[in-house]
């Protein structure tokens, strides 16, 4: 089904399924565990728009290579 999909579509989907599992799995774990604040709010951050930015541009690079 994806594969007749535009690879731009492709990226788009990879890279937000990756940033919401990363962002998804530190919310439970922070909510299950106690956290000093600082730590919390910055793991949060650090999974969410910069995993977007660098899984694009990894999925992008390696179709690169791949041609």
Known sequence: WLQHKPKVLLILVAALVKAGVLFGGY????SLFQFPPKIVNTMLFVSSWPQLVTSSLGIILALLITK
């Open 27 to 30: 919310s439970l774990f922070f």
